[in-house]
Nanobody, 124 residues
């Protein structure tokens, strides 16, 4: 059984930074891609960022490119999302997910395990 536990969310003001963490257990973490998605209030879940199995390739939504950075520590079975210059429109529940494949993907159907989510609220 795969377990993903996100942490690091909170209520912050616009312009500051947060780092989300996602600790994985129960699977060979290092052989699969990982992704971050988010669900803003009243909206569909959307792609944020992904990273391939080795950390050598990363993928970002246009809305976060240049502000967010995804990384992973395979020794610690953890994936991170560094979020800088936060904006009110970044307010959402953030989910991490494990991919079905080695390479990252923009699509939720390419991920098979999901965490419970962590709330990020950015005030203006």
């Amino acid at each position: 059984q795969v377990q993903l536990v996100e942490s690091g969310g909170g209520l912050v003001q616009a312009g500051v930074s947060l780092r989300l963490s996602c600790a994985a257990s129960g699977r060979t973490f290092r052989t699969y891609a990982m992704g971050w998605f988010r669900q803003p209030p009243g909206k569909e879940r959307e792609f944020v960022a992904a990273i391939n199995w080795s950390g050598g390739s990363t993928y970002y939504a246009d809305s976060v490119k240049g502000r967010f950075t995804i990384s992973r520590d395979n020794a610690e079975n953890t994936v991170y999302l560094q979020m800088n210059s936060l904006k009110p429109e970044d307010t959402a529940v953030y989910y991490c997910a494990t991919g079905k494949y080695y390479s990252g993907s923009y699509y939720p159907h390419d991920y098979n395990y999901w965490g419970q989510g962590t709330q990020v609220t950015v005030s203006s």
